[in-house]
């Protein structure tokens, strides 16, 4: 199984979003998931393209990913 | 073309002149690549003059992307390693 399922906190290393934290909030098929994060806008994303952190966050319906993330972790690891 | 500049970078093209004579001519020699500043591969980046990429708008001179001075690679690599020195399992 993989380790992007759903709730799954990572951080994108590729692009202009590069450094930034986000969420897996579904997965798409064996190679995209869609995700969202803080400074990542809801998108499509390639899992060659994503760096999976320990931590998962539960996802219910209504939780403001972005405020989560934002509290729990930042925006991303690099700033600006 | 001033004779120290006329080195063996710089092309040299044979001319035949209105008067019938051959001459030789000089061209300017080509922009090298850009190099990531890491590992020294050639990035992708039009080969243009420092003065025609001062000219530019800002997003076509680097990329986008953090670490612009880092090909692709290796600023994937940076960013795994930050990940790896801020998460200890």
Redesign the interface.
């Given at each position: 199984m993989s380790v992007f399922e759903p709730g799954r906190v990572c951080?994108k290393?590729?692009?202009?979003e590069?450094?930034k934290y986000c969420v897996v909030l579904e997965v798409i098929d064996e190679n995209f998931v869609r995700v969202q994060g803080p400074k990542v806008r809801k998108r499509r994303c390639n899992i060659a393209h994503l760096?999976a952190?320990?931590e998962k966050i539960e996802l219910k319906e209504g939780t403001d990913v972005n405020k989560l993330v934002l509290e729990k972790f930042g925006e991303g690891?690099?700033k600006? | 073309m001033r004779r120290a500049l006329r080195t063996r970078k710089v092309k040299k093209v044979v001319k035949r002149t209105p008067g019938n004579r051959l001459t030789v001519h000089f061209r300017r020699a080509k922009v090298d690549y850009a190099h990531c500043g890491n590992c020294g591969r050639k990035m992708v980046r039009a080969r243009l003059k420092p003065s025609e990429i001062r000219k530019l708008p800002k997003v076509q001179r680097r990329p986008?992307?953090?670490f612009p001075e880092l090909c692709?690679k290796c600023?994937?690599e940076k960013?795994?390693e930050?990940?790896r020195a801020?998460?200890r399992?």
């Amino acid at each position: 199984m993989s380790v992007f399922e759903p709730g799954r906190v990572c951080v994108k290393i590729a692009g202009r979003e590069a450094g930034k934290y986000c969420v897996v909030l579904e997965v798409i098929d064996e190679n995209f998931v869609r995700v969202q994060g803080p400074k990542v806008r809801k998108r499509r994303c390639n899992i060659a393209h994503l760096e999976a952190l320990p931590e998962k966050i539960e996802l219910k319906e209504g939780t403001d990913v972005n405020k989560l993330v934002l509290e729990k972790f930042g925006e991303g690891i690099i700033k600006g | 073309m001033r004779r120290a500049l006329r080195t063996r970078k710089v092309k040299k093209v044979v001319k035949r002149t209105p008067g019938n004579r051959l001459t030789v001519h000089f061209r300017r020699a080509k922009v090298d690549y850009a190099h990531c500043g890491n590992c020294g591969r050639k990035m992708v980046r039009a080969r243009l003059k420092p003065s025609e990429i001062r000219k530019l708008p800002k997003v076509q001179r680097r990329p986008e992307r953090p670490f612009p001075e880092l090909c692709a690679k290796c600023m994937r690599e940076k960013i795994r390693e930050m990940i790896r020195a801020v998460v200890r399992i």
